[in-house]
């Protein structure tokens, strides 16, 4: 049996890009976000900007991750025999 590690990485940087009206996706499993300046200077701002780029990257991996899973145990049921069963009532 398998162990899976969970790894994420996270980058806050300056840039001349105009600030974003939300999250964007920017590759595969990758969104960013950008903020001005006065919301990296304050917490609740940042903050909330650290989670809203967070969660559709964490849907999306979690949805790979289950979907290679189920893709997998599909392939291991394929070697096998399945039985018709009748239920008698």
Do not use: W
């Not at 849907?59 to 049921?77: G, M």
């Amino acid at each position: 049996m398998s162990n899976y590690e969970i790894k994420i990485e996270i980058s806050i940087q300056k840039t001349e890009t105009t600030p974003t009206n939300g999250v964007e996706s920017v590759s595969d499993l990758g969104f960013r976000m950008v903020i001005s300046r006065d919301a990296a200077q304050n917490i609740d701002a940042s903050e909330k900007a650290l989670l809203m780029t967070n969660y559709p990257a964490l849907r999306q991996a979690l949805s790979q991750h289950l979907s290679a899973i189920s893709r997998e145990n599909a392939e291991a049921l394929r070697f096998g025999h399945l039985k018709k069963t009748t239920f008698i009532r």
